[in-house]
């Protein structure tokens, strides 16, 4: 499917993604918001942290400033690639984003919820992605202030991954060349997808694909000459880029996103 074809049209409506770092938005699901964002709707990111404590691809492109700082800047740069409309960007501690300041930050998802009245909300599952404990916090926040509005609660879904898929990224950079000393976010592969349930149903993004490339590549401090990700070939990235999977919360909802309407 191409980016041009049969477009929905989504005007009037907005999603909101609630992630723990800088870059989650993109690696998790940046083809879904790109696409999302095409079709009219408006996509609204809330970042509980800054991701201060992550990894640096190349110390030269901190140069002494605050990674936080120069992260932000990366989320903002990738955010208007996807077409998201509003960025949150909170600044809770990163590492440890599952304990501390866990009631101020419910309530800012809460409140977010409120103002934007979300047709639909799309975060982590249980495992986090690849069990990240902050990727795990951020699931049990949302799902927490997603559940408080009962049955006015906007449908919740989780984003998930295949298990396997990183490892074949990692074999296609080094068929490519790639030459990596560390793992792709310093994360082992095969805890991608590790153990996750199944998802509810899968959204075709292969035209979106070179957008959320290059937003996941707008994270320079992250993504660099040793990720995997750095090295993909176009016809790579959209071999395994190009379905994205997501999980429906069990909870009553009153209606079905319109994220629903992207089903593959």
């Known amino acids: 499917m191409s980016a041009s ?22 690696l998790a699901c940046g083809g879904t918001l790109a696409r999302l964002a095409d079709a009219g709707a408006r996509v609204v990111l809330l970042c509980g942290s800054r991701g201060e404590k992550g990894p640096i691809s190349d110390p030269s492109l901190v140069d002494g400033k605050d990674l936080g700082v120069v992260r932000s800047h990366e989320l903002h740069e990738a955010a208007k690639v996807l077409g998201i409309s509003e960025v949150l960007l909170y600044t809770h501690p990163d590492g440890d984003l599952r304990w501390a300041e866990a009631a101020d930050f419910h309530v800012e998802i809460v409140l977010a919820i409120q103002r934007y009245k979300p047709d639909g909300v799309i975060t982590f599952a249980e495992d986090g992605f690849y069990w990240h404990l902050d990727h795990i916090g951020v699931h049990e926040r949302t799902y927490t202030a997603v559940k408080s509005f009962g049955p006015w609660a906007p449908p919740l879904y989780y984003v998930t991954i295949r298990h396997g898929l990183v490892r074949q990224i990692v074999e296609a950079a080094r068929s490519n060349g790639a030459i990596l000393k560390g793992r792709p976010f310093n994360v082992e592969p095969d805890a991608f997808g590790d153990h996750a349930k199944p998802p509810s149903f899968e959204i075709d993004v292969r035209g979106w694909v070179p957008r959320k490339l290059k937003a996941l590549r707008s994270h320079r401090t992250q993504v660099g000459p040793d990720n995997a990700f750095y090295h993909l070939t176009e016809e790579q990235a959209e071999r395994l880029l190009g379905v994205e999977q997501f999980r429906r919360a069990e909870l009553d909802a009153g209606w079905d996103s319109v994220i629903e309407q992207l089903h593959a």
Do not use: M, N, Q, Y
Request: net charge negative; proline share 9%.
């Open 5 to 26: 074809s049969d477009a929905p049209d989504f005007s009037g409506r907005t999603i909101l993604a609630v992630f723990a770092h800088p870059d989650d938005e993109s």
